[in-house]
């Protein structure tokens, strides 16, 4: 059989229906295999930065996993972005890369790099050596990209092999479990730290979504009656209308949200590894008594010290604590939770009040919210802006809600609703993004109205690198990096690339151009100018 067709039939029979990538000559091979099969679909993206970015968007919105394909050197390399992203947020997909020919490697062939390029930001980088093992090792890749923690791999395949007809070998069924249960005497030292706590709290990492445990999750912090924070990627594991819901560890952190945590006598830390960006580089004060649950053994002591560690599935994790603890009704929860989030409204009051444009973010951000069905899914891109919407954009469900962890790339706002979209056929997906970002995958309008996706996109521009602005001006004395004699029209841009477009400058014109969009076939851009000389969240959140 050939290799390009059965590389395809595998991906259909795991249920891979999307291939995300840019051919070239060194991929038509498998290009023409996925048009001839049925199961399959191949979008062509404008840039390969952007196909690793899409395919993340689908596996964070879906559970699910997609492909990427990219030609050898230049397109690998643009794509590496992407799958660092998706390494650092432990989000499975599958990175199939054409090599150079076996016979010429090491002689600067066209786009030509060594293999072990790659090796630090995937999960596992698989050279396939042999025609012959392409399926085992094709295999083999889909079933460590969905081990958890899960992650990006990388299947490199010499271009000549393709069009191969070879004897492929069958490996045997791969498992995906990496860790089974829960140790008994670990649970039992967890439950009698949490069960002996008067003012327990819960730190939600993004293994609750990887694990389908939101429910549980939900469900011990009842038990407890305790107030729930989550990390960057653990935003929207619980409900953040719940009564515990007491909002994001995160840049934007407020002094009430750090209190709480500091002022707790116990903490459950469940699917986070205590990276630096949530923890500012671990100067977060935690409490004494900290219960850490994590599937990596590496991660137990970065940076605090538990009293119980737990190295399993956070689904498993919190069934076994759920059968186990002691409910108590009394510990303040919903009171304690509250009142940080309240805190938090009237830090934000007067930004939100702001009606005259330039708008301030959380005044656009509160208008975009309200002219949003609550269970859209929504993709955020970096930048200064992503802290007002962890802060004050609530979102509702584990899946409903992406933005990059602790890589912090900008450019992943709307190639991410691209991957959104095609994983959630017949939804409309709404993409956040500042201008800056933007401008580093605008590109990716033109895929979004190629394929004729209900993308629905607020572009926030402040003609400015505003976070780096006010760093740079605060510390520095250095001038804005901003474009005020050059405007920018994003909108016209999109225009260009046959995408329907508005533009709103006061709040209830974002509320009814939003609601427009929602109401059309297709992507539409919504740009809204907003104030380059607003504070930022991370200094205004801490006043």
Request: hydrophobic share 40%.
């Amino acid at each position: 059989m050939r290799v390009s067709e059965a590389v395809v039939d595998r991906l259909v029979a795991h249920g891979i229906d999307t291939v995300f990538g840019i051919p070239g000559k060194q991929t038509l091979p498998l290009n023409d295999a996925i048009g001839d099969s049925d199961g399959i679909d191949f979008v062509v993206a404008r840039h390969e930065t952007a196909v690793s970015h899409e395919a993340w968007g689908y596996a964070e919105t879906s559970g699910s996993m997609a492909a990427t394909c990219v030609v050898p050197g230049p397109g690998d390399m643009n794509a590496m972005n992407g799958l660092k992203n998706a390494l650092n947020d432990c989000t499975p997909l599958l990175h199939l890369a054409v090599e150079t020919e076996p016979d010429i490697r090491g002689g600067d062939g066209i786009h030509e790099t060594p293999p072990d390029t790659y090796d630090n930001v995937v999960k596992e980088n698989v050279l396939v050596e042999n025609p012959e093992a392409t399926i085992a090792e094709i295999e083999r890749a889909i079933a460590v990209a969905q081990t958890a923690p899960k992650g990006p791999v990388r299947v490199g395949i010499p271009k000549n092999f393709l069009p191969m007809d070879a004897v492929l070998a069958e490996p045997g069924d791969y498992t995906t479990e990496s860790v089974h249960g829960v140790d008994e005497d670990s649970l039992g030292d967890a439950v009698d730290a949490l069960n002996d706590a008067d003012r327990p709290v819960v730190l939600a990492g993004g293994g609750v979504r990887s694990a389908d445990a939101s429910g549980a999750l939900v469900g011990v912090a009842e038990t407890l009656d305790a107030p729930v924070v989550t990390t960057y990627k653990g935003k929207g594991t619980i409900p953040e209308d719940h009564d515990l819901s007491a909002g994001v560890l995160c840049g934007g952190a407020s002094p009430d949200l750090l209190d709480l945590l500091s002022s707790s006598d116990a903490l459950l830390a469940v699917g986070t590894d205590f990276d630096a960006v949530a923890t500012r580089s671990w100067s977060v004060e935690l409490p004494d008594t900290l219960v850490h649950v994590t599937l990596d053994p590496e991660d137990v002591g970065t940076g605090y010290e538990p009293t119980a560690a737990l190295v399993a599935d956070a689904g498993a994790a919190l069934a076994g604590l759920a059968g186990r603890l002691e409910r108590t009704e009394n510990r303040d929860g919903a009171a304690r939770a509250t009142a940080v989030r309240q805190a938090d409204a009237d830090r934000m009051a007067a930004l939100r009040d702001a009606d005259q444009p330039p708008l301030t973010s959380v005044a656009a951000i509160d208008a975009v919210r309200d002219a949003t069905p609550r269970e859209t899914p929504v993709s955020v891109d970096a930048g200064g802006f992503r802290i007002w919407t962890l802060v004050y954009f609530p979102a509702y469900g584990p899946r409903s809600y992406v933005n990059p962890g602790s890589w912090a790339t900008m450019g992943t706002g709307l190639p991410a609703a691209i991957g959104a979209a095609r994983a959630n056929p017949g939804e409309h997906v709404l993409a956040l993004s500042g201008d800056g970002g933007l401008m580093m995958c605008i590109h990716e309008l033109h895929t979004a109205a190629a394929e004729d996706l209900p993308v629905v996109l607020v572009a926030f521009n402040n003609a400015d690198y505003a976070i780096i602005s006010e760093e740079a001006q605060r510390s520095y004395g250095l001038d804005a990096y901003d474009w005020p004699e050059t405007p920018l029209s994003l909108s016209a841009i999109a225009d260009g690339m046959g995408v329907e477009t508005a533009r709103a400058e006061t709040p209830d014109e974002i509320r009814e151009t939003v609601r427009a969009a929602f109401d059309r076939d297709g992507p539409t851009l919504v740009e809204v100018p907003t104030d380059p000389a607003e504070p930022q969240a991370s200094v205004h959140m801490r006043d």
